[in-house]
C-alpha cells in the first residue's frame, strides 16, 4: 500500500488546473475523486462550497458570481516514454468530469493512461474547449513509489483502502 505525502515547499505545485494545461497532459488517475460539487470563487476568500441554491447565501447574492461545478483528483503525469514524472492533484471542471465518468464506463480511467487536451480558439473563455482521449498505455502505477507526491496521509490512506491500517491507526496519522 502506498501512502502519499506532501511535498513541503510546493505550495500550489501540488494542484494542477485544467487551465494550466499547455496543449494536453498524459497520466493517469491514482484513485477516487477526492472533492467535487458547485463552488463559489469569493474575491479576497478564495474558494467556498456552495450548499445549493435553495439554501445558498453566495447564490443569492448578485454580486457573487455563479457556483461552478469543480472536482480534484490525484493524477500522475507520465511522459512520452510512459514513465512517471510528477503527481498533482488534478483540478478540473464539469467538461473533463463528465468526460472521465462517461469514459470510465466502457475503462477503468485508474488503470490506463488518459491524455487530456486543451484547445484554444480564441480570446475568450468560452473559446476553450477540452476532451478526454483514451490511450492505451497502462498505468506504471509501480513508478509512483519513487516519486514525491502530494496526498496528507489521512486522505492518502482514506483513498488507498485501509486494509493494511487501522482506523484509530489513520486518524493518528499527521496531515
Known amino acids: 500500500m502506498v501512502i502519499f505525502v506532501p511535498v513541503k515547499g510546493r505550495g500550489g505545485n501540488n494542484f494542477m488546473k485544467q ?14 475523486v477526492v472533492h467535487s460539487g458547485y463552488v463559489h470563487y469569493v474575491k479576497d476568500e478564495g474558494m467556498i462550497l456552495c450548499t445549493g441554491k ?14 461552478r461545478f469543480q472536482f480534484k483528483a490525484p493524477f500522475a503525469l507520465v511522459n512520452d516514454e510512459g514513465g512517471v514524472t510528477d503527481t498533482v492533484i488534478f483540478q478540473g471542471g464539469k467538461v473533463i468530469y463528465d468526460a472521465l465518468v462517461s469514459l470510465n464506463e466502457e475503462m477503468d480511467v485508474t488503470a490506463f493512461c488518459v491524455k487530456i487536451k486543451r484547445t484554444i480558439t480564441g480570446g475568450r473563455a468560452m473559446d476553450v474547449s477540452y476532451a478526454v482521449i483514451p490511450t492505451t498505455i497502462k498505468a506504471p502505477r509501480e513508478a509512483i513509489q519513487d516519486i514525491p507526491t502530494v496526498l496528507p496521509y489521512k ?5 488507498q483502502g485501509t486494509q493494511n491500517l487501522a482506523e484509530e491507526e489513520i486518524l493518528s496519522l499527521e496531515d
Open 19 to 32: 487551465s494550466e494545461i499547455d496543449k494536453s497532459i498524459v497520466g493517469f488517475f491514482l484513485g477516487e
Open 54 to 67: 435553495a439554501d445558498c447565501v453566495l447564490c443569492k447574492t448578485p454580486s457573487v458570481a455563479a457556483a
Open 155 to 159: 486522505t492518502a490512506a482514506l483513498l
